[in-house]
């Protein structure tokens, strides 16, 4: 089977409500880790390359790394930009054979990125490529905007963009944010036990959109949920991660069981790559070829991946 869209996945997910995982790629190791989680529960999957990516590893290396992952795991893969920046971006994604982009212009004014997502659209859509747009802007180390009432997505516009755009699917904000620092104590309360609670998502915004986009699929970004045994692992082999937790995965788990169709998990693979090489290292000093530690840490994303497909998305069993 060849790379495919979203667009099948997605009308799937909608319907058995469940979403399917998103998981940033960025070296060999990642992407075999998620996809033998994938092989294993038989789960369609999306491999997601950032700007950032494209700039480490090469996008002809990432294409070709995601092609044998498709070759060898027979599994349906839609290979994804994730926030592409202008058009020129997206245009040389679709030209190199994505089957997905993502145009993130939510930092500009909704007439501009209704015009930027139309331009991208039009491009993607004569080529056979479907296009994920976003309203509303997260919060995250990556622009420091904060959870201000108007960061949220606004229900009232989204109904307007996607018929004046004609993107396939919509990323909002609901409370989620970017990076491994989502919410710190200042932001959170704490349950009997002292474990620091975060704000509840906006279901209410989230029901809003669903009810004005009847079967149209939503996407969450910064939906990883900061596992503590990770940062604490991190913290004990030398690390210094402030305090601060991620989304939890019950609420990202009612999310897929409603119109969210895709859910984005970067940082999490980062943890848990980051903590199994730490300890390997501490642990074994002496070593010094990288496979020793890069083959626990591949074993690490996969164990975490399969936990997100079957506890979480609920996408296991669906390819
Ligand atoms: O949303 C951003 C992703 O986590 C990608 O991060 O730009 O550091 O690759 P990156
Ligand atoms: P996290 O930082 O929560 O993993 O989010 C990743 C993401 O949204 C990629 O687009
Ligand atoms: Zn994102």
Same mark, same amino acid.
């Given at each position: 089977?060849?790379?495919?869209?979203?667009?099948?996945?997605?009308?799937?997910?909608?319907?058995?409500?469940?979403?399917?995982?998103?998981?940033?790629?960025?070296?060999?190791?990642?992407?075999?880790?998620?996809?033998?989680?994938?092989? @294993?529960?038989?789960?369609?999957?999306?491999?997601?390359?950032?700007?950032?990516?494209?700039?480490?590893?090469?996008?002809?290396?990432?294409?070709?790394?995601?092609?044998?992952?498709?070759?060898?795991?027979?599994?349906?893969?839609?290979?994804?930009?994730?926030?592409?920046?202008?058009?020129?971006?997206?245009?040389?994604?679709?030209?190199?054979? =994505?089957?997905?982009?993502?145009?993130?212009?939510?930092?500009?004014?909704? @007439?501009?990125?209704?015009?930027?997502? #139309?331009?991208?659209?039009?491009?993607?859509?004569?080529?056979?490529?479907?296009? @994920?747009?976003?309203?509303?802007?997260?919060?995250?180390?990556?622009?420091?905007?904060?959870?201000?009432?108007?960061?949220?997505?606004?229900?009232?516009?989204?109904?307007?963009?996607?018929?004046?755009?004609?993107?396939?699917?919509?990323?909002?904000?609901?409370?989620?944010?970017?990076?491994?620092?989502?919410?710190?104590?200042? #932001?959170?309360?704490?349950?009997?036990?002292?474990?620091? #609670?975060?704000?509840?998502?906006? =279901?209410?915004?989230?029901?809003?959109?669903?009810?004005?986009?009847?079967? =149209?699929?939503?996407?969450?970004?910064?939906?990883?949920?900061?596992?503590? @045994?990770?940062?604490?692992?991190?913290?004990?082999?030398?690390?210094?991660?402030?305090?601060?937790?991620?989304?939890?995965?019950?609420?990202?788990?009612?999310?897929?069981?409603?119109?969210?169709?895709?859910?984005?998990?970067?940082?999490?693979?980062?943890?848990?790559?980051?903590?199994?090489?730490?300890?390997?290292?501490?642990?074994?000093?002496?070593? =010094?070829?990288?496979? #020793?530690?890069?083959?626990?840490?591949?074993?690490?994303?996969?164990?975490?991946?399969?936990?997100?497909?079957?506890?979480?998305?609920?996408?296991?069993?669906?390819?």
């Amino acid at each position: 089977m060849p790379l495919v869209t979203s667009a099948e996945m997605f009308a799937k997910a909608y319907d058995g409500g469940y979403a399917i995982g998103a998981f940033n790629v960025n070296n060999m190791e990642i992407i075999q880790g998620i996809v033998e989680a994938g092989r @294993e529960n038989n789960a369609p999957l999306i491999l997601q390359v950032s700007k950032g990516a494209r700039a480490y590893a090469n996008p002809i290396y990432l294409k070709k790394l995601v092609e044998a992952a498709v070759e060898d795991s027979g599994l349906p893969i839609c290979l994804h930009l994730d926030h592409g920046d202008s058009f020129e971006t997206c245009k040389s994604c679709v030209d190199g054979g =994505f089957t997905s982009v993502m145009i993130d212009a939510s930092g500009k004014p909704f @007439e501009e990125n209704i015009a930027i997502t #139309q331009e991208v659209v039009k491009y993607a859509h004569d080529h056979g490529v479907v296009v @994920e747009a976003e309203l509303g802007t997260l919060a995250g180390i990556e622009d420091e905007v904060s959870h201000a009432e108007g960061s949220y997505t606004r229900p009232e516009d989204v109904q307007e963009f996607v018929e004046r755009t004609g993107c396939d699917s919509l990323a909002i904000a609901i409370g989620t944010s970017h990076g491994a620092y989502k919410f710190k104590p200042e #932001q959170c309360t704490r349950d009997e036990n002292g474990i620091l #609670q975060p704000p509840p998502l906006r =279901f209410d915004i989230l029901e809003d959109v669903a009810k004005r986009l009847p079967g =149209f699929p939503i996407v969450l970004h910064g939906s990883s949920s900061v596992p503590q @045994e990770f940062v604490k692992i991190i913290n004990t082999y030398g690390g210094a991660m402030p305090d601060a937790v991620g989304v939890p995965e019950d609420q990202l788990r009612k999310a897929a069981s409603m119109a969210v169709c895709k859910i984005n998990i970067d940082s999490d693979i980062r943890l848990a790559m980051t903590a199994t090489i730490r300890k390997y290292f501490a642990e074994h000093p002496a070593d =010094f070829d990288p496979r #020793q530690y890069l083959k626990p840490a591949r074993a690490a994303v996969k164990a975490m991946v399969a936990h997100k497909l079957v506890n979480v998305l609920g996408c296991n069993g669906k390819a």
